[in-house]
């Protein structure tokens, strides 16, 4: 036991190390996050101190950006089950060691949604009061309650499966099946959960007809499947690139049937919402009227939504056509799919519903320069965590770091060597 | 489990002896000014000034206090509102009374859209006045219409009522199945017996998930510190009702929780000028608002389509 306990952490310790160590491009990367990092942690002390007031939020647009990011980073994480799902019910070999990847993405996915719900709270010292047993948990009434037990039960989920494979690979055993199998098969489930728990959040509200629709959770996944492939396509080209690690072609292409799949549901789905929006003329089509053609002469979301719109039939057609089988094409369909949904599922799903008030009042919602800082600093801090995973993970799965190679317990000079190696294409 | 004593705790020693120091040196540079750019962006929590206390972190949640910690607590509010605005308050933990709940009937062929209620609403329940939140959000309505986006929030004429136009005071409809109870994550806001749905400020959490499902708008948030003049505090306050509020807590109306469960009207009610405004005790078959509900012919729920069944009624007389 104690031999465990101590092999374990000089795996840790291991891994932290390796997260200092590299060229000095990564240097220069991490460096940048870093920046940016501080940077929104500064804006956000500020907002500490003098309150939500720094925001462009105000009582007729009470969520904002931060919310917007939010939601979109749920689907990203999300997302990882599709890669996942060929691998574990199709027994899809190509996509098999890139698994990892996609779940490491998940986790740094989850940590940005924490830190953006956490930027969104008034009063962020009682969190505790969140806390089951501890605080007064309103649970299951409350769909927000829901979505922390979801979101977090999917960290762990993730860190798990992760954390296991990596630590077998390391010390070169094969992972017993029973401690990993069944919960990849309970994140799969749990990862659906996940965006349709943050879909209910909206959908539950009866006085935001916008939002109060049952195509929104539909949407969401349908939205997520497109984006976050799109994006794990484009961080394994990344990967392929920096390190020597081998990414096949093929693997991405495998890729790319999913996220056109996906963009095919999630373009139709989005043509039922704006047909059943404005061809019955009803009341309730204000919030739509404003996000796609603008009211009572405000129109701030109107040029962000179409450009998302068009963005997403670009990316469609590319997505059907043979040309995005190369990679550069392909690359910028992802980008376009990326961008679109992030807008989309962002401003274009969270400002609207509350635009006009309930009341009918027409307030409109841009974010402040320190609200937009505070945003871009979670964003580096994902990156930074993403980066971090990958740069422990790459070395471990190509068998560079591993339980031969530790040399006793002093944390041998050489394991900079191969990883440096590592870091030259 | 002890760490294996050659285990250094310190700087890698990647070279020989001689690089071992020159890169502790530059480990420890690095990491000095790391703690700098980390100290400077901290900065500004150095003007945070009473946003919380070591009592006010630590304090149960309402309905858990027992009436000694309820004493306790209503004492640090006090000795807080005393510190702050060189007033000594009243503060009372007020209970719904058996056999009572309350509703609220408005006139709408006598509200003139005055505003006075909005005012005297402000200047009973201590709410911020720079920014200043206000409860109450008079709507002037066309004539033949209840539907609230052909509203003007901002009218401004000269004098009031103007032809054309009825006016349609809203603020918290004290819903029997109220949206904003169902969605906060940490009980912060419940329905008492009496009807009131009323908010444990030092319980909220901020999330404003209640403000996005409140179809009245009738929520409100404290984006920043509330300020209020120290000659206009109401010292007459109860722990649910209208003492002063911290930054990043929802607030909203509450029926002057203070006044009306120690047997007075609504702040509201007082000031109407033209007495369009009826409130009481529905379970009293002899209450005005009962005689309302009963014989008026025509009444109106607020978004009755959504099932929230208000406690606020809107009339015609005729």
């Given at each position: 036991m104690r031999k465990m306990v101590h092999d374990y952490r000089v795996f840790l310790w291991r891994c932290l190390r390796l997260a200092f160590a590299g060229d000095w491009r990564y240097y220069a990367w991490m460096g940048f996050l870093t920046v940016f990092c501080l940077l929104g942690l500064n804006a956000y002390a500020k907002q500490f101190v003098q309150g939500l007031v720094v925001t462009g939020m105000c009582d007729q647009v009470s969520w904002g950006v931060y919310i917007a990011?939010?939601?979109?980073?749920?689907?990203?994480?999300?997302?990882?089950?599709?890669?996942?799902?060929?691998?574990?019910?199709?027994?899809?070999?190509?996509?098999?060691?890139?698994?990892?990847?996609?779940?490491?993405?998940?986790?740094?996915?989850?940590?940005?949604?924490?830190?953006?719900?956490?930027?969104?709270?008034?009063?962020?010292?009682?969190?505790?009061?969140?806390?089951?047993?501890?605080?007064?948990?309103?649970?299951?009434?409350?769909?927000?309650?829901?979505?922390?037990?979801?979101?977090?039960?999917?960290?762990?989920?993730?860190?798990?499966?992760?954390?296991?494979?990596?630590?077998?690979?390391?010390?070169?055993?094969?992972?017993?099946?029973?401690?990993?199998?069944?919960?990849?098969?309970?994140?799969?489930?749990?990862?659906?959960?996940?965006?349709?728990?943050?879909?209910?959040?909206?959908?539950?509200?009866?006085?935001?007809?916008?939002?109060?629709?049952?195509?929104?959770?539909?949407?969401?996944?349908?939205?997520?499947?497109?984006?976050?492939?799109?994006?794990?396509?484009?961080?394994?080209?990344?990967?392929?690139?920096?390190?020597?690690?081998?990414?096949?072609?093929?693997?991405?292409?495998?890729?790319?049937?999913?996220?056109q799949v996906s963009m095919l549901i999630n373009v139709f789905l989005l043509l039922n919402e704006v047909f059943k929006e404005f061809y019955s003329g009803?009341?309730?089509?204000?919030?739509?009227?404003?996000?796609?053609?603008?009211?009572?002469?405000?129109?701030?979301?109107?040029?962000?939504?179409?450009?998302?719109?068009?963005?997403?039939?670009?990316?469609?057609?590319?997505?059907?056509?043979?040309?995005?089988?190369?990679?550069?094409?392909?690359?910028?369909?992802?980008?376009?799919?990326?961008?679109?949904?992030?807008?989309?599922?962002?401003?274009?799903?969270?400002?609207?519903?509350?635009?006009?008030?309930?009341?009918?009042?027409?307030?409109?919602?841009?974010?402040?320069?320190?609200?937009?800082?505070?945003?871009?600093?979670?964003?580096?801090?994902?990156?930074?965590?993403?980066?971090?995973?990958?740069?422990?993970?790459?070395?471990?799965?190509?068998?560079?770091?591993?339980?031969?190679?530790?040399?006793?317990?002093?944390?041998?000079?050489?394991?900079?060597?191969?990883?440096?190696?590592?870091?030259?294409? | 489990m002890a760490y294996p004593p050659q285990s250094p705790a310190g700087a890698p020693t990647p070279g020989g002896e001689g690089q071992s120091r020159r890169s502790f040196l530059r480990t420890s540079a690095v990491f000095a000014s790391g703690l700098a750019a980390l100290a400077a962006s901290l900065a500004p929590l150095r003007h945070l000034e009473d946003y919380t206390s070591l009592e006010l972190f630590m304090q149960k949640y309402y309905k858990e206090l027992t009436p000694e910690e309820m004493a306790k607590v209503l004492q640090r509010i006090e000795r807080e509102v005393e510190r702050q605005y060189g007033v000594r308050p009243h503060v009372r933990d007020l209970k719904p009374m058996n056999g009572v709940e309350f509703a609220y009937a408005h006139n709408l062929t006598r509200c003139i859209g005055c505003r006075k209620c909005v005012h005297a609403c402000v200047a009973e329940n201590n709410q911020s006045r720079t920014p200043e939140i206000q409860y109450i959000r008079v709507l002037r309505m066309p004539h033949g219409t209840l539907d609230v986006d052909k509203s003007e929030h901002h009218y401004d004429p000269k004098l009031v009522p103007e032809k054309g136009y009825f006016y349609m005071p809203v603020q918290c409809q004290q819903c029997k199945n109220p949206p904003c109870v169902k969605v906060c994550p940490v009980h912060a806001t419940w329905q008492e017996t009496d009807g009131i749905t009323v908010i444990d400020y030092d319980w909220c959490i901020g999330c404003r998930y209640c403000e996005a499902a409140c179809p009245y708008w009738a929520r409100r948030f404290n984006w920043t510190k509330p300020s209020i003049p120290k000659d206009r505090l109401n010292p007459d306050m109860a722990y649910l009702g209208n003492r002063p509020r911290r930054q990043g807590v929802m607030e909203k109306c509450h029926f002057c929780i203070q006044r009306t469960r120690a047997g007075r009207y609504p702040a509201c009610l007082e000031v109407c000028p033209t007495g369009a405004r009826k409130f009481g005790n529905v379970l009293d078959p002899n209450s005005e608002v009962a005689y309302i509900l009963r014989t008026k012919r025509v009444f109106i729920q607020l978004k009755e389509d959504l099932g929230t069944s208000p406690r606020f009624f809107y009339y015609f007389d005729v």
């Open positions: 990011n939010f939601t979109f980073l749920v689907g990203v994480a999300a997302a990882a089950v599709m890669l996942v799902i060929p691998v574990y019910i199709y027994d899809n070999e190509e996509l098999h060691d890139l698994v990892i990847f996609g779940e490491l993405l998940a986790v740094a996915a989850i940590l940005m949604c924490l830190a953006f719900v956490t930027v969104d709270l008034g009063r962020p010292d009682r969190f505790w009061h969140l806390i089951p047993g501890l605080g007064q948990f309103n649970f299951p009434a409350s769909m927000l309650s829901w979505d922390v037990i979801v979101l977090n039960g999917y960290l762990l989920l993730n860190i798990h499966i992760c954390g296991y494979l990596l630590y077998s690979r390391y010390q070169n055993r094969r992972p017993a099946r029973w401690f990993y199998i069944p919960f990849v098969f309970i994140a799969i489930g749990w990862a659906v959960s996940i965006h349709t728990v943050t879909a209910f959040l909206y959908v539950g509200l009866g006085g935001r007809p916008f939002w109060n629709s049952s195509i929104v959770g539909p949407r969401f996944l349908a939205s997520a499947f497109t984006a976050g492939p799109a994006l794990i396509i484009l961080a394994l080209q990344i990967i392929r690139r920096v390190t020597d690690y081998r990414i096949t072609d093929r693997a991405l292409l495998t890729l790319r049937s999913i996220v009803n009341l309730h089509v204000a919030s739509s009227r404003y996000l796609y053609v603008g009211l009572e002469g405000h129109h701030a979301l109107v040029p962000w939504i179409w450009t998302a719109i068009t963005f997403n039939i670009v990316a469609m057609f590319l997505l059907v056509l043979p040309v995005s089988r190369s990679l550069r094409w392909l690359n910028l369909t992802c980008v376009l799919a990326f961008v679109g949904i992030w807008i989309e599922k962002g401003m274009g799903l969270v400002i609207p519903g509350f635009i006009p008030t309930p009341l009918g009042e027409m307030v409109e919602y841009s974010p402040t320069l320190n609200e937009t800082l505070v945003c871009f600093g979670i964003w580096a801090f994902g990156l930074l965590a993403y980066t971090i995973f990958l740069r422990m993970a790459v070395p471990i799965l190509q068998g560079r770091v591993c339980k031969a190679n530790e040399s006793g317990p002093v944390l041998p000079p050489r394991v900079r060597q191969p990883n440096a190696a590592a870091a030259t294409p | -």
